[in-house]
């Protein structure tokens, strides 16, 4: 995560710690840092596998409460292994426990395509919605559709936040129409190639079944980073090659920003999210929204352009009505527009301050 994020815990708190896994594998390679002295690392290497988790689970668990001994809060981003070890190591130190719930455990666990995966997830679902029963605060990055996969408990101080930054939304006035008007219908996806549950492979099948009129005046956009081979492979087959443009990664900022504002049309038609930057970003620049009905997504799109997970037929039927109502098209774009304000950073960060000012209040460290 970038320092903006990081920035969002330290306007209440003098030093974060981060417990985390490492990985030996290149494909997994990341940068770890903040940007900020006052956060730190830790990063453990028992954990490298499912099979190695269970060896190491007490060597982890020790590695886990050295840390927890010495905090204030306890801070779990769910749905997370680690998460969870952490939370109950929490509990029985008698440690105030902050839950953010970033996503479903179900849909997570059940989207990456391993049996061990699917028949983990309601296992895993039900200690996550145990741990944040049990939590002292709750922070949600949806408005109604995590609340309701996941209820706190009555006395549990909580607050719909998402951690998504947005610091500039377009005025009406500065949208332009013609990217909804013109012949060619500019589609974008954005998300990285390597975990597919961002849905490539489902928006490609849904412009392979459009008449060859609308299919052949479509532009695909996908942005993300990571190996598409597969993704040129299903396009071959379908015959769309010519229809997509591969971005590659752009980190969040100017350069997405200015290929969002030439967009007839954002899709996100995910098997698993929390509150997808990239959705809210697309709005931020006028975009008209569609995507699948999981995490946060519903609290953003339009009803009748929700589609169910995988359910490519429906995402078609719905492209090819807009293609012939362009009205529509610049109608969301406004929609888009004013509902994307509320995710603003100076929203946000005045809900942050209420909840830092009452979860301060009782908690023994203020």
């Known amino acids: 995560m970038p320092k903006t994020v990081w920035d969002n815990y330290l306007m209440n708190f003098?030093?974060?710690?981060?417990?985390?896994?490492?990985?030996?594998?290149?494909?997994?390679?990341k940068s770890v840092s903040s940007g900020n002295e006052n956060v730190k690392f830790y990063l453990t290497q028992n954990y490298s596998s499912i099979i190695n988790l269970f060896l190491n689970y007490k060597?982890?668990?020790?590695?886990?409460?050295?840390?927890?001994?010495?905090?204030?809060?306890?801070?779990?981003?769910?749905?997370?292994?680690?998460?969870?070890?952490?939370?109950?190591?929490?509990?029985?130190?008698?440690?105030?426990?902050?839950?953010?719930?970033v996503g479903n455990a179900n849909e997570a666990?059940?989207?990456?395509?391993?049996?061990?995966g699917i028949l983990i997830a309601p296992i895993f679902h039900k200690l996550m919605k145990y741990v944040v029963s049990k939590a002292n605060y709750t922070s949600y990055v949806t408005e109604n559709k995590l609340q309701k996969d996941y209820p706190h408990n009555k006395n549990c101080i909580t607050v719909s936040i998402s951690n998504v930054?947005?610091?500039?939304?377009?005025?009406?006035?500065?949208?332009?129409?013609?990217?909804?008007?013109?012949?060619?219908l500019k589609i974008a996806l954005i998300g990285g190639f390597d975990a597919r549950y961002k849905g490539q492979d489902i928006l490609l099948?849904?412009?392979?079944?459009?008449?060859?009129?609308?299919?052949?005046?479509?532009?695909?956009?996908?942005?993300?980073?990571?190996?598409?081979?597969?993704?040129?492979?299903?396009a071959n087959e379908l015959n769309l090659l010519s229809c997509i443009k591969f971005i590659g990664s752009k980190e969040s900022g100017s350069p997405i920003f200015e290929l969002l504002k030439e967009m007839s049309l954002y899709?996100?038609?995910?098997?698993?999210?929390?509150?997808?930057r990239a959705l809210l970003e697309a709005m931020s620049m006028g975009c008209p929204i569609m995507g699948s009905i999981v995490g946060g997504i519903p609290d953003a799109v339009s009803k009748d352009l929700l589609h169910q997970k995988g359910d490519?037929?429906?995402?078609?039927?719905?492209?090819?009505?807009?293609?012939f109502n362009r009205e529509i098209l610049k109608k969301e774009s406004f929609r888009s527009i004013a509902v994307v304000r509320p995710y603003l950073k100076n929203n946000l960060d005045a809900k942050r301050k209420i909840l830092y000012k009452q979860m301060n209040k009782v908690s023994d460290y203020s």
Do not use: C
């Not at 666990?109 to 061990?116: D, V």
């Not at 930054?165 to 060619?184: A, G, M, Y």
């Open 14 to 29: 003098d030093n974060v710690t981060v417990f985390g896994r490492k990985s030996n594998n290149l494909k997994d390679k």
């Open 312 to 323: 490519f037929k429906t995402i078609a039927k719905q492209i090819e009505r807009l293609y």
């Open 205 to 234: 099948k849904a412009i392979g079944l459009l008449p060859e009129h609308i299919k052949n005046n479509i532009q695909l956009y996908f942005v993300g980073a990571g190996d598409f081979k597969w993704v040129i492979s299903l």
């Open 165 to 184: 930054i947005i610091k500039t939304v377009l005025e009406e006035s500065q949208i332009d129409s013609l990217r909804f008007t013109s012949n060619n």
């Open 109 to 116: 666990m059940s989207s990456h395509g391993s049996i061990l």
């Open 59 to 101: 060597k982890i668990k020790k590695e886990l409460s050295v840390l927890i001994i010495e905090a204030d809060i306890v801070l779990v981003r769910l749905p997370s292994v680690l998460g969870v070890i952490a939370a109950f190591s929490a509990f029985k130190l008698d440690k105030k426990v902050w839950v953010e719930i």
């Open 267 to 276: 899709i996100q038609p995910s098997f698993t999210e929390g509150m997808p």
